[in-house]
């Protein structure tokens, strides 16, 4: 079931949507400074591509500090905007029967793109 979910939720935005965060990450890669927020980029874009049947844990060896301090750059240059859009589609899924598992997946979407440092995706 989660195979036929994914195939859907690729046809349906998630393509375009990974390929914006591939963008924005090797737009990233391009300045040493933003290569920590590239990577983080790349691993979102490899969540939305295939997302059902995935989930976001916090990382065993975690950042310490510059976790933190990363979170918090992340979050004020665009990872607030970022989960507000993945906040506002689930909102629109969740109207639909058929549309709630895909707005759930919005959610973890969003809780990943609001502070992706220190987490990981299995």
Known sequence: ????GNIIWLVFGGLLAALGYIVGGFLLCITVVGI???LQCFKIAGLVLW???RRVVPSSGGMGCFGLIFN???LICGGLYTAVVHLFFAAILFITIIGIPFARQHLKLMEISLMPFGREVI
């Open 1 to 4: 079931m989660n195979f036929l």
């Open 36 to 38: 920590p927020f590239g």
């Open 51 to 53: 997302p059902l049947g």
């Open 72 to 74: 918090i750059i992340w």
